[in-house]
Each structure stands twice: as C-alpha cells, then as structure tokens.
C-alpha cells in the first residue's frame, strides 16, 4: 500500500534554533518527492523536489535529503524564524501504470511546526 | 507571472444555492487540479485536467461539477451541498501531469449551512 507516514507529528522550537523533520514512504514506483509548507488556511507553497537520482536539494535556509534506497527523506530547517511556523508536508509522486507520466501524489499527514520567540 | 489565484477567498452557501469556484493561471500549464482539504488533513485529490480533457474523477459526488472552459481556467460548480462539505478548497497547476511540481492556489474557504 502506497503511504507516506511523517513525524513528528508536531514540534515546538525556539527562535533561532535548527530542526530535522522526517518522512518515510513507501509508494512505488517511485517519481519524485517533494516538501511543502502551507500556512492556516493557505495554499502549500512548494519548498523543493526531488527525484531518484538527487539525495539532497536547499533552498535558502531549508535543506531536504532524499535516501531512496531506504525510502526515507528529511527536512532540515536552520536558524529558524517566526515566519517558519506551519504545516510542513511531505508529497510522494508515483509513475502512473503502463509507464505513463500520470502519477499520483501521496500526501504525509504534515507535521505542524510552532516557532517560539 | 508563477501565480495561481482562486476567487473567492470566503463563500458561504446555503444547502440549495448553486455556486462555483475559479481557478486562474497564466504560466502556460497544461494541467491543473483540484483538491478538498479538511482542518488538520492533508489535501485530497478531487479532479484533474490536462490539457483541458478530464483525466481523474476520484469518484467525486456529482454535486461537484468540475469544468475547464480553456488552458488557463478551471471552474468548480457547486450543487445541493452538505454540510460536511465545508473545507477548504485548492487549485493547482503544472506544466504536465503530476510527475511535475504542482503550483497550488490560496484556496477558497468553503462553508455550507
């Protein structure tokens, strides 16, 4: 069964401080895989995307890894800030059937991230 | 222009009013989406579009009435709602098909009474 399971579920961290978030998954055949962050009530706004071939991928202070040999992938967030605080999740795409390009997304349950000052 | 925009922002609608969604791109992507998402849950896949043909219908009730009138919009219509309806209701586009990186919309926040 195709799932994508993250956690922690929620983490609470001080200003300035670093943090990992970690996600697993087991969809197959795998496409690619990417984070989001999404604001209350927002849209997620895309953070990186990954495929097979790329084990880590950053994007200003937001660095993902991608292991997909034991179908695992974090999100390492640095010096993080007050603006940081959302829901971080965890998309996995899988090639369609017959090798066709249409995939399915499946989505981690995000995890809900709290910066405090 | 790397925008997807969706009106309105808010709709409250009673269980018989019929309304509909917008969805709006100018990035040249010729496949878009739409998804529900409930409090706390991660988004599910309603509908998607490429090159506006329908592709997926995930068995979506036909009080959704999705519709895609060029390469640049998207329309969900909305019929005889319930309650449990109410969430919150995104758009996305991308260039192909779902193996490329989605760009969503800030979502209409849908309430049904």
């Known amino acids: 069964k195709n799932q994508v399971e993250q956690s922690p579920q929620s983490l609470i961290i001080l200003e300035g401080k670093n943090c990992t978030l970690q996600c697993n998954y087991t969809v197959s055949p795998f496409s690619n895989l990417r984070w989001y962050k999404q604001d209350t009530g927002r849209g997620p706004v895309s953070l990186t995307i990954m495929t097979f071939s790329e084990n880590t991928k950053s994007n200003g202070r937001y660095t993902a890894t991608l292991d997909a040999d034991t179908k695992q992938s974090s999100l390492h967030i640095t010096a993080s800030q007050l603006s940081d605080s959302a829901s971080y999740i965890c998309?996995?795409?899988?090639?369609?059937?017959?090798?066709?390009?249409?995939?399915?997304?499946?989505f981690g349950r995000g995890t809900q991230l709290t910066v405090w000052p | 222009d790397t925008e997807v925009t969706q009106t309105p922002k808010h709709l409250v609608m009673g269980m018989t009013n019929k309304k509909s969604l917008k969805c709006e791109q100018h990035m040249g992507h010729r496949a878009m989406y739409w998804y529900k998402q409930k409090a706390k849950k991660p988004p599910e896949l309603m509908f998607v579009?490429?090159?506006?043909?329908?592709?997926i219908n995930e068995s979506v009730p036909s009080r959704f009435s999705p519709e895609c009138p060029n390469s640049s919009l998207l329309n969900l219509h909305l019929h005889a709602l319930q309650p449990e309806d109410s969430a919150l209701y995104l758009c996305?586009?991308?260039?192909?098909?779902?193996?490329?990186?989605?760009?969503f919309g800030p979502g209409t926040r849908l309430t049904v009474t």
């Open positions: 996305a586009s991308s260039q192909g098909l779902a193996s490329y990186e989605q760009y």
């Open positions: 998309v996995v795409s899988a090639i369609g059937d017959r090798g066709s390009t249409l995939g399915r997304l499946y």
């Open positions: 579009y490429s090159y506006e043909k329908l592709s």
